[in-house]
């Protein structure tokens, strides 16, 4: 009958399916970060090739979603080619607290990164501007900051208030490193001293929040940028999502602790794409370079 | 005994027996002295033997033990004359932390702390000592008014951690615990903070960065509560004991990892078994480090408080 063949018509027609909602980002894991051929887009479910992914920054090209990517990787992207010099390399963790399991967990991350430590720093330049950068890197243990991260974040802060050169520092921690205990949690203290008198000399400290920023290291350096950008959908705030829930027994918006969300709360200066990221740097570096009136010295 | 721990659970059945022996002595009139003299001695043995040697778990109890002193107890019981100040001047006065201008020893010294409440009501009200980010803000706002007028800062640590809530992540808890991080490094007054119970991760250290650090004898301070790191590594609440074992979180440890400069002795059994003695510790340890740094000067004190921040942690270098 005609009417059935409307009916299956209907059943065949493809309706553009609505956009779907933003996901909860699950927390940043190695097997995350793009090595293959292909890689499906965990927000859009496109199929994408490694070289198209490099081609947009690990950014997802229809959805914008940002793929976590490592330190060496995000140096790469960030600062101008060939200009990176590494400091404090071999920086690394000891087991201060005779912690259980610590020693096996730091090789794991040693071997998954191929790095000694959870963050790089170093000096180059971007757009031609010279900066001291530092990287965090959220597959080493979570990103998470012990004695050792602290101590090479210290190290990028006392160097760049001696030279007067501006820090651009990538946040993505879990926060403080709990398998260091107390001397973890004070390496918030630590940064922030260093901070202090970076502050008082008047260089320029940008940070730039990235997938996931939470905890101790959001309490810490990552909330005193003189600029503070991050990039899109990255989690920014104190406490994780569970705990909160848990805490306040109400389910939080989607939306909650996004780069968007603390945009529109005050807690940051702006979103900005992981493909535009270094021009942003950039104009920021240019405009600071050209110094203020001298009537405000 | 309500509020006794379950370790001092034979000391109460003693003093139990003692009271009930007692009790019988003035119905009857029959002379227990002796007996009651056995009984208390006994007590005072397991007094020693249970306190001297409490594991890291027990310690934690100890430090939550309601009924210790509260840090407006502890500024009244030191000061001759205080006023409470209240507010941040921009959102609202959170009772979670609390702050004033005290006398002590005939020196003016602002005083700021976490608040826990006496009981349940109070409790509620000071949201467990917990705070938001204006509690946060509020303690800058004293630290300021103390460096404008030259008076030197004292703080109070107790608290399980800042609040973990939906409101506090909007005002931006990061933020203001981050700004009094940096500006208590550079805070132009002599500051000491003293953790009296317990030291709750970043909640605690918004308030803990000092020129000095003491800890009282069962107080606890680690980057987080040993239930949640529990939680966190093994998935599994239960194991804080276990947590509270590896982090090294009690007094003595922290002196010895260089994070806190000296350990202020409580009470047998804790300040709650006797607050005046406890408070009059704390008085003592103060007056004696206020002394000591209201002789330096203002560029060597801020020198002396980077280098102490700059040595904390332990790393190698290959």
């Known amino acids: 009958m005609l009417k059935d063949i409307f009916n299956k018509k209907r059943h065949y027609a493809t309706i553009a399916q609505p956009p779907r909602r933003q996901e909860r980002r699950p927390a940043a894991t190695a097997d995350q970060i793009p090595e293959g051929l292909f890689n499906k887009c965990p927000t859009c479910g496109a199929l994408l090739m490694s070289k198209e992914l490099q081609k947009h920054a690990h950014t997802c090209p229809s959805c914008g979603h940002h793929f976590p990517v490592g330190a060496q990787v995000r140096i790469e992207l960030t600062l101008d080619a060939g200009s990176f010099v590494e400091e404090d390399a071999g920086v690394t963790s000891v087991n201060p607290l005779a912690f259980p399991e610590y020693e096996a967990k730091l090789a794991k991350a040693q071997q998954a990164t191929a790095l000694l430590e959870g963050a790089v720093t170093g000096c180059g330049t971007i757009g031609g501007f010279q900066a001291r950068i530092g990287v965090m890197d959220p597959r080493f243990i979570m990103g998470s900051m012990g004695s050792a991260v602290g101590e090479k974040l210290t190290r990028a802060m006392e160097r760049a208030c001696a030279e007067r050169v501006p820090l651009v520092l990538f946040t993505a921690s879990g926060g403080a490193r709990m398998q260091e205990g107390v001397l973890s949690l004070m390496q918030m203290a630590k940064t922030s001293v260093a901070l202090e008198r970076m502050h008082e000399a008047g260089v320029l400290f940008v940070t730039v929040i990235t997938h996931p920023t939470t905890g101790g290291v959001s309490a810490s ?65 240019r405009m600071h370079a050209a110094g203020g009136v001298e009537s405000g010295r | 005994m309500a509020g006794s721990l379950e370790f001092e659970r034979p000391i109460a059945e003693l003093r139990r027996k003692v009271e009930e022996l007692r009790a019988l002595e003035r119905t009857s009139g029959i002379a227990l002295g002796d007996e009651i003299a056995r009984l208390e001695a006994r007590i005072a043995d397991l007094n020693e033997q249970v306190y001297s040697d409490l594991t890291p778990w027990q310690r934690v109890q100890v430090a939550r033990q309601a009924g210790r002193p509260t840090t407006l107890e502890y500024i009244q019981g030191i000061c001759s004359e205080f006023i409470e100040l209240h507010g ?42 917990m705070a938001h980010p204006e509690g946060y803000r509020k303690a800058l706002r004293l630290m300021r008014q103390a460096e404008k007028f030259h008076r030197p800062v004292v703080l109070f640590i107790d608290t399980a951690g800042a609040y973990p809530g939906a409101t506090a992540e909007e005002r931006g808890q990061s933020e203001a615990i981050a700004a009094n991080l940096r500006a208590m490094a550079g805070l132009r007054t002599p500051t000491i903070s003293v953790v009296t119970g317990e030291g709750g991760s970043g909640g605690a250290l918004g308030l803990g960065v000092t020129d000095r ?16 790191a529990a939680s966190i590594l093994w998935k599994d609440s239960s194991q804080a004991q276990r947590a509270a074992a590896s982090m090294r979180i009690t007094a003595p440890d922290l002196v010895e990892l260089g994070i806190a400069d000296g350990i202020i002795p409580e009470p047998k059994g804790g300040a709650q078994k006797d607050k005046d003695l406890a408070i009059s510790a704390v008085r003592d340890k103060l007056v004696e480090t206020l002394a000591e740094l209201a002789d330096l000067p203002i560029a060597e004190l801020l020198q002396a408080r980077y280098d102490k921040y700059r040595d904390m942690g332990i790393y190698t270098e290959r």
């Open chain 1, 221 to 285: 350096f990552a909330s005193l940028g003189d600029i503070i950008l991050a990039e899109p959908g990255a989690m920014f705030g104190f406490a994780g999502r569970r705990v909160i829930e848990q805490t306040i027994r109400q389910t939080l918006p989607d939306d909650f602790q996004t780069a968007e969300f603390v945009l529109k709360h005050g807690m940051i200066d702006k979103v900005v794409h992981r493909m535009d990221l270094r021009d942003t740097l950039t104009s920021i570096l």
């Open chain 2, 88 to 129: 941040d001047r921009n959102f609202r006065d959170d009772p979670a932390i609390v702050g004033g201008i005290g006398l002590l020893d005939g020196l003016p010294v602002t005083f700021i702390g976490h608040q826990k409440g006496r009981d349940t009501k109070e409790n509620i009200r000071r949201n467990f000592g």
């Open chain 2, 213 to 228: 650090i003491f800890v009282l004898e069962y107080a606890w301070y680690s980057v987080i509560a040993p239930e949640s």
